[in-house]
């Protein structure tokens, strides 16, 4: 199926496979309690370059369980957080 025969989807206004029911687009804008948008490019080009040379250089194979690692500890700074 080509880009041109998906429909646009109505969270991100771009033509792509439909979201499932009830998700949201992973391409939608997000915003803080005031409105400004959240910008996330340039967090998840880094974690990608991060996570990707740490795999290598320690000759992970689990990829699925260093993520859920990963993850787990993302949620616990992000509850931790003060500003």
Do not use: W
């Not at 792509?16 to 949201?24: A, D, T, Y």
């Not at 340039?42 to 993850?71: A, P």
């Amino acid at each position: 199926m080509d880009l041109m025969s998906f429909p646009v989807c109505q969270q991100c206004f771009l033509a792509h496979p439909p979201v499932p029911e009830g998700q949201k687009c992973p391409m939608a804008k997000e915003k803080t309690g005031s409105g400004k948008e959240i910008k996330f490019d340039d967090f998840f080009v880094n974690l990608k370059n991060i996570l990707s040379t740490n795999i290598q250089k320690n000759k992970i194979e689990d990829t699925k369980k260093f993520f859920g690692y990963i993850l787990v500890n993302i949620i616990r700074i992000a509850e931790e957080y003060k500003q």
